[in-house]
T-cell receptor, first 110, second 115 residues
C-alpha cells in the first residue's frame, strides 16, 4: 500500500547550518506530496507542496523537489534559524486520504 | 510506538443527522488534540484545537455550533458533526500530543459521506 518514510529524529543543528530531512514514498499513480510543520503547542501548518513530478515547492526558505525517479521529496533549507525548531511531517495524498510520515523533530541551537 | 485510534473509519449518514467521531490515545495521555479536515486531493485544514477540560479553540471560518468538540478526558476527544449536509462530506483526521509534547500521533482518519 501507499506509505511515507522519513528520517528519524531528533535532528540537532547549529544556527545557519544546512538542513536536509529525507522523505521517500511508495504509491501507485501520481500522488501529491506535502511537508507540514508543527510548532510546539500548535496544529499542523502546510509548509510546501508539489503536485507532479519535478515540481519544486518552496516557502520560508525551505524547498523540496518531487523526484519520481527516486520516489523522494527531501526537505532542505540552506541556513536554519532557532525559530525553525519544530516537528516536520512529510505527507502523501494519493487520492482522497492523507498519509503521514512519523515526523522528524528538529532542534536548532543558537 | 504510541497509537491514536480514530473511530469510525468510514460512515455514511443521511442529511440532517448527527455523526460522532472519536479519537483515542491508547497508550499515552494527550492534553492537546487537533482536528483536521481534508478535501479530495487537497491538503489538511486545521479545524480546532482541543484541550482536555476546556473549550476547544476553533480556527477562523469553522462553525463551532456545527462541529462540536469535546475533550472530556486525557485519552478521548470527540468531534460531532451536527445536522450534517452533503457539503460536510470529507475526510476528518485527528492528532494527539503526549503530555511532554515530544511527539504528535495521527489517527487513521474518518471518511464521512452525507447522502
Amino acid at each position: 500500500g501507499d506509505s511515507v518514510t522519513q528520517m528519524e529524529g531528533p535532528v540537532t543543528l547549529s544556527e545557519e547550518a544546512f538542513l536536509t530531512i529525507n522523505c521517500t514514498y511508495t504509491a501507485t499513480g501520481y500522488p501529491s506530496l506535502f511537508w507540514y510543520v508543527q510548532y510546539p503547542g500548535e496544529g499542523l501548518q502546510l509548509l510546501l507542496k508539489a503536485t507532479k513530478a519535478d515540481d519544486k515547492g518552496s516557502n520560508k526558505g525551505f524547498e523540496a523537489t518531487y523526484r519520481k525517479e527516486t520516489t523522494s521529496f527531501h526537505l532542505e533549507k540552506g541556513s536554519v534559524q532557532v525559530s525553525d525548531s519544530a516537528v516536520y511531517f512529510c505527507a502523501l495524498i494519493p487520492w482522497d486520504k492523507i498519509i503521514f510520515g512519523k515526523g522528524t523533530r528538529l532542534h536548532i541551537l543558537p | 510506538g504510541a497509537v491514536v485510534s480514530q473511530h469510525p473509519s468510514r460512515v455514511i449518514c443521511k442529511s440532517g443527522t448527527s455523526v460522532k467521531i472519536e479519537c483515542r490515545s491508547l497508550d499515552f495521555q494527550a492534553t492537546t488534540m487537533f482536528w483536521y479536515r481534508q478535501f479530495p486531493k487537497q491538503s489538511l485544514m486545521l479545524m480546532a484545537t482541543s484541550n482536555e477540560g476546556s473549550k476547544a479553540t476553533y480556527e477562523q471560518g469553522v462553525e463551532k455550533d456545527k462541529f462540536l468538540i469535546n475533550h472530556a478526558s486525557l485519552t478521548l476527544s470527540t468531534l460531532t458533526v451536527t445536522s450534517a449536509h452533503p457539503e460536510d462530506s470529507s475526510f476528518y483526521i485527528c492528532s494527539a500530543e503526549d503530555l511532554l509534547n515530544t511527539e504528535a500521533f495521527f489517527g487513521q482518519g474518518t471518511r464521512l459521506t452525507v447522502v
